[in-house]
């Protein structure tokens, strides 16, 4: 079992910086990919980037540029660094975990594991 907890979701405006933070426990070391996802009321959850248990990285076209994954193995913690956000980056966040292979690390349908989200509003 593997427990995730997000923070640092608040409210910025267009333009700004963010930094999300999920931190992993219980059975870590049998993680192979975390990610993040994010959903709007009314909308599927979607991949927003993933990274695997060797570093490799995977983005959302959306967010591609803008948006940067990495984790600290040392501190069990995923990071989600945001960058010039825009409005319609608005979403519930979550952070996902899985112990198997991953075949599309942007799809939800392959993460076991969530946290609670936190949630970012981008304002104009």
């Known amino acids: 079992q593997v427990q995730l907890e997000e923070s640092g979701g608040v409210s910025v405006q267009a333009g700004g910086a963010l930094r999300l933070s999920c931190v992993a426990s219980?059975?870590?070391?049998?993680?192979?990919?975390m990610a993040w996802f994010r959903q709007t009321p009314g909308k599927e959850r979607e991949g927003v980037a993933a990274?695997?248990?060797?570093?490799?990285?995977s983005y959302a076209d959306s967010v591609k540029g803008r948006f940067t994954i990495s984790k600290d193995n040392a501190k069990k913690t995923l990071y989600l660094q945001m960058n010039s956000l825009k409005q319609e980056d608005t979403a519930m966040y979550y952070c996902?975990?899985?112990?198997?292979?991953?075949?599309?690390?942007?799809?939800?349908?392959?993460?076991?594991?969530w946290g609670q989200g936190t949630q970012v509003t981008v304002s104009s």
């Open positions: 990274i695997g248990v060797d570093g490799s990285t």
């Open positions: 219980g059975n870590t070391p049998s993680i192979q990919c």
């Open positions: 996902a975990a899985t112990t198997t292979v991953v075949v599309w690390p942007l799809s939800h349908s392959d993460y076991h594991y």
